[in-house]
């Protein structure tokens, strides 16, 4: 099996058209023809951990974070990512990183917060802008259908939880061909006047190319017609954080209590007790500071995070109770997420889940 096998995989789980733009993810090194022994999922590709692939035969990595995250202009083995590189090129180890690609999916990193606390009823915190794209066609009556039927197979017209969805509009067409056209109705240099049918459908933007395929292999035009628009309606499916709710209320120290629990924290930061219950939970694994006013807004008794800054936790206002468990512990059960996924999809494949530690944050 080559990478390129292990990658088409990967991006099923988690597409990279969902990261952030900030973000590097996808094969960071390696060569997506290069044969595969065995994987190696771990949080963070650190070279303590490509020690641990070779001693374990993988050289396919699959970490969280990705190791290169900014560029770099030299690789001399000055600091532990470089150094962590030079290992994985010297031995044929490639390294490939999810990150917020898994952190916008449904059933991505919030998910699986939220279901290690127990919390049901989830939904993006939020959700994902400037992804959903329409796509505006104009074809000849007889051809309407079937165009429509293969957009809808090629993944056009979901949306929420609907699919074949499309508005169609008939008017009338005009064009005339030039000496090197190929009318598919009419005839060259003569104008041609017919009534059409004008489809418009909604994609999300990582299906862009097979869509636009399906198209032009199902539309009789020479020419195809077509419009492509970036709007502006936020997508439920993909986004930042979830919320939800607890089965049983619980005072906020009991809360707390069961998050350390849950996310085996060695200790939490977290704003003035408001003395309420807590029932409506928001998470966001990692740093998440950016999402507090959401998740006011959004009416959570709490939201638990990480790397909030002294200044950040006044933004609880006396309306919700602000918690940092920590961003390792925030994240902590993707890498077994990811085995899981894989191990599903090769069964017969050496899959390992890292036994390295590489949370670089002790607690006394």
Do not use: W
């Not at 969280?64 to 001399?76: A, V």
């Not at 989830?122 to 400037?130: E, G, M």
């Not at 939201?303 to 918690?323: G, S, W």
Request: aromatic share 8%; glycine share 6%.
């Amino acid at each position: 099996m080559k990478i390129k096998q292990i990658i088409d995989i990967l991006e099923e789980m988690a597409p990279l058209s969902y990261a952030e733009d900030f973000d590097n993810v996808g094969l960071l090194v390696g060569n997506p023809q290069q044969d595969i022994n065995g994987i190696l999922v771990c949080h963070d590709a650190l070279e303590t951990v490509i020690d641990e692939a070779l001693e374990k035969n993988c050289n396919l990595i699959v970490c969280f974070h990705p190791i290169l995250f900014s560029g770099l202009k030299k690789i001399t083995g000055k600091n532990y990512v470089e150094r962590a590189v030079i290992k994985a090129i010297r031995n044929d180890i490639a390294i490939y990183a999810v990150h917020t690609a898994l952190d916008n999916h449904k059933e991505g990193v919030n998910k699986i917060f939220c279901e290690a606390l127990g919390l049901t009823n989830t939904k993006i915190l939020l959700p994902k802008t400037a992804y959903i794209k329409k796509l505006i066609t104009y074809a000849p009556l007889h051809a309407t259908e079937s165009i429509k039927q293969a957009l809808f197979s090629a993944g056009a017209g979901c949306i929420g939880n609907y699919d074949s969805c499309s508005f169609v509009s008939t008017g009338t067409g005009s064009f005339k061909g030039n000496q090197d056209s190929i009318p598919n109705v009419g005839k060259k240099h003569q104008l041609e006047h017919i009534e059409e049918s004008k489809i418009e459908v909604t994609y999300e933007k990582h299906l862009e190319h097979q869509i636009l395929q399906a198209l032009f292999d199902q539309h009789p035009y020479e020419e195809v017609a077509y419009e492509i628009y970036t709007l502006e309606n936020s997508y439920q499916h993909i986004g930042m954080g979830m919320i939800g709710e607890l089965e049983t209320a619980m005072s906020e120290k009991e809360f707390l209590e069961h998050v350390k629990i849950r996310t085996q924290t060695g200790g939490i930061r977290h704003s003035e007790y408001l003395s309420r219950p807590i029932k409506r939970v928001a998470v966001l694994g990692g740093s998440g500071s950016f999402a507090i006013k959401a998740a006011i807004q959004q009416g959570a008794d709490a939201f638990i995070t990480a790397d909030l800054k002294y200044h950040q936790f006044y933004e609880a206002e006396n309306q919700i109770l602000l918690a940092d468990i920590g961003h390792f512990e925030s994240e902590r059960y993707t890498k077994n997420y990811i085995v899981d996924y894989l191990t599903k999809k090769i069964p017969n494949f050496a899959i390992i889940l890292s036994s390295i530690n590489t949370n670089p944050v002790n607690y006394l």
